[in-house]
């Protein structure tokens, strides 16, 4: 198939703006092409080699080097093509000039442009991808005579988006959506087939591989398609609302309540020992996480398997969830290895798409889930997601404020009824998201008292992992608790913890205290320490000014950090329950979206 096929119709659609006619001129392309390189076609229209998610090098030659290429193929010096550049502001209708001005235009083009051998898609394909390929010495030489000799041969129409490509300017506008219509009219046997097309494209994110496919093998293997390993999967989406009710009334009265990770989505695919992590927008990011690899490798006791989950940072100690920033560390290659033991993540999975051939993006949710819990062995590294199943507003209520305070984002909530399917690439009421509208910065640190200690595990045996705090309230004369605080310690105030409790360890609650939360031991209200943290919030768990902002809930802080002992002060010197009611309130602002 010829080259000049594809040139003439992109020369086409650039001059017209109506989709509808750009459809047709896509269709016709469609039926003219030899099925052999369909799906190389439909990647040049898409203005790219191959999906992005395959990882594979960008072709983006910079200027510099296609000026070279443009001389070498024309026989032009450098600064005239440069000097034509200036003028035309587009290297594409550089080369295209160049080629015909040899020419004079006209249908004798590529006679008289001196080009011998005709263009095929399949030569400009194949050379295009040894120059994205070519890599390291040599490789800048190599790239120029590819390009030229590719320019050599082309006519000036072809030269023009040879060169645009190579630019990394493929792209001529024309949406996937389009480019599926056009398959849909051309093979389909009209636009009725278009949701076919776009469910095959959800379920395997490679638009090239779906036309091969329809036009080698027709529109019923389409439609019994399934994933496949490694070939990522696009992800189904949530709407948004604020009220618990009308939440429950979307999903069919009844849902599955997961907590909002605040992390970084992972679509995870296991084939034997090889592991794939895809992100939100399907890019490979796998060499962030060799850590949630290894575990995926060793926990996930199927041999093929596509999950997915939220990639959450964690505390190395407590292993407490941290704010989605953190994961900015994982960002950077060059220090991966350190990064894994500075910041540790944790995997929570919360669905499961594929399990050992079968494809279970059309089954219920909670058959998804049951085979998720069925393939996963979860440690420190990979776990699943929280849930609760409940009709009942007030239930819901509480479990996202007890989310929130853990660290989590608000919640998920999840239909489970017959109908609950995987919807692939859609954004739907079967998932509902609600986070928290309001947020109260913390600008200050509070002096807290200490009222409990919880017991430390892993390097923290033996000592205490986290201590109950609690704000003073002089009107009742009670410390009611805030927060569990078991960040920022040194490793000496750790050791140093069991002997500053000592004096005051309790076997039963002590009588000023007020709280709902049970730790390990009670402490007896006398040590103040400073905390910080990243802003004041709504808890179920605690009794600080409880029921005063929203029923069932009190004052506490997310994200709480240990800054240091306040033995300058005693507990009824702390910051009382109403200082914290007025920080809440005067912090309090709408979050902007
Ligand atoms: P969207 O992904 O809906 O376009 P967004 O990128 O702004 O929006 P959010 O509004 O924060 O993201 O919500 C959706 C994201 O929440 C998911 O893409 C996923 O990464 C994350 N998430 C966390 N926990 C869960 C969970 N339990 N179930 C599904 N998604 C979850």
């Known amino acids: 198939m010829l080259f000049r096929v594809v040139a003439e119709t992109l020369s086409k659609i650039e001059a017209i703006t109506s989709r509808t006619a750009i459809t047709e001129l896509l269709a016709n392309l469609f039926r003219k092409t030899d099925p052999e390189v369909i799906d190389k076609v439909v990647y040049l229209i898409q203005g790219k080699l191959w999906p992005d998610w395959r990882g594979l090098p960008e072709l983006g030659v910079g200027e510099k080097l296609l000026i070279k290429a443009i001389a070498k193929a024309t026989g032009v010096r450098e600064t005239e093509v440069e000097s034509l550049y200036k003028k035309l502001g587009d290297l594409g209708k550089v080369a295209e000039a160049l080629k015909s001005r040899r020419a004079g235009g006209g249908g004798l083009a590529r006679f008289l442009s001196g080009a011998t051998n005709a263009l095929t898609v399949n030569r400009v394909y194949e050379t295009l991808k040894r120059v994205a390929l070519a890599v390291g010495e ?29 630019e990394g300017r493929g792209r001529i ?44 093998e027709g529109l019923r293997a389409l439609e019994k398609l399934t994933p496949e390993v490694g070939v990522p999967i696009r992800p189904m989406l ?63 006791k199927s041999k093929e398997a596509i999950i997915e989950g939220e990639i959450v940072a964690v505390d190395p100690e407590t292993r407490e969830m941290k704010p989605f920033q953190e994961l900015m560390h994982r960002k950077r290659k060059h220090d991966i290895h350190e ?40 440690d420190e590294t990979i776990q699943l997601s929280q849930y609760i199943v409940t009709d009942d507003p007030e239930e819901l209520e509480k479990f996202f404020l007890e989310a929130i305070e853990n660290g989590a984002e608000g919640v998920m909530v999840k239909a489970i009824h017959k109908d609950s399917i995987y919807r692939a690439g859609a954004r739907g009421w079967l998932w509902i998201k609600y986070k928290r509208d ?49 960040s920022g310690f040194t490793d000496k105030d750790l050791a140093e913890l069991p002997e500053i409790l000592k004096p ?52 506490s802080i997310r994200f ?17 329950t109403k200082e914290l009611l007025e920080m809440y309130k005067s912090q309090l602002k709408k979050i902007s979206e």
Not at 150 to 165: K, N, S, T, W
Not at 199 to 211: C, F, S
Not at 346 to 358: K, P, Q, W
């Open 438 to 486: 309001y947020k109260s910065e913390m600008i200050d640190t509070v002096d807290l008292v200490v009222i409990g200690a919880f017991a430390g595990r892993g390097r923290r045996a033996g000592t205490y992992g986290a201590l109950l705090m609690a704000a003073y309230d002089p009107d009742a004369d009670l410390f009611r608790s805030v927060c569990k605080v078991g």
């Open 138 to 166: 040599g490789s800048r030489d190599l790239k120029i005579s590819l390009i030229s000799g590719l320019l050599v041969d082309a006519e000036p129409i072809e030269a023009r988006y040879i060169v645009r490509f190579v």
């Open 560 to 576: 709480p950090r240990f800054i240091r002992w306040r033995d300058d002060k005693g507990p009824t010197d702390a910051t009382t």
């Open 504 to 555: 005051y360890i309790r076997q039963s609650k002590p009588r000023n205290v007020d709280s709902l939360m049970k730790p390990d031991v009670w402490v007896e209200p006398a040590l103040v320490a400073e905390i910080i943290g990243a802003e004041l919030t709504l808890s179920p768990m605690h009794t600080c000014c409880r029921d005063e902002v929203r029923k069932g809930a009190g004052i």
């Open 238 to 300: 949530a709407e948004r609302l604020n009220d618990p009710r009308e939440i429950l009334a979307k999903v069919g009265g009844k849902g599955m309540v997961e907590y909002k990770y605040d992390g970084e989505r992972a679509q995870i695919h296991k084939k034997g020992d090889e592991v794939i992590i895809y992100s939100r927008r399907l890019e490979n990011i796998t060499h962030q996480y060799p850590d949630v690899v290894e575990a995926v490798r060793n926990r996930i």
């Open 339 to 378: 990064a894994i033991k500075e910041y540790p993540v944790t995997v929570f999975l919360f669905d499961a798409l594929y399990n050992e051939g079968e494809d279970l993006t059309t089954k219920p949710l909670p058959e998804r889930r049951k085979t998720l819990e069925m393939i996963v062995e979860p």
């Open 173 to 216: 506008g024309v949406g996937d959506a389009t480019i599926m219509d056009a398959l849909a009219i051309a093979y389909g046997g009209g636009t009725a087939a278009r949701p076919v097309i776009e469910r095959a494209y959800n379920i395997r994110a490679d638009l090239g591989e779906v036309a091969r496919i329809l036009v080698k």
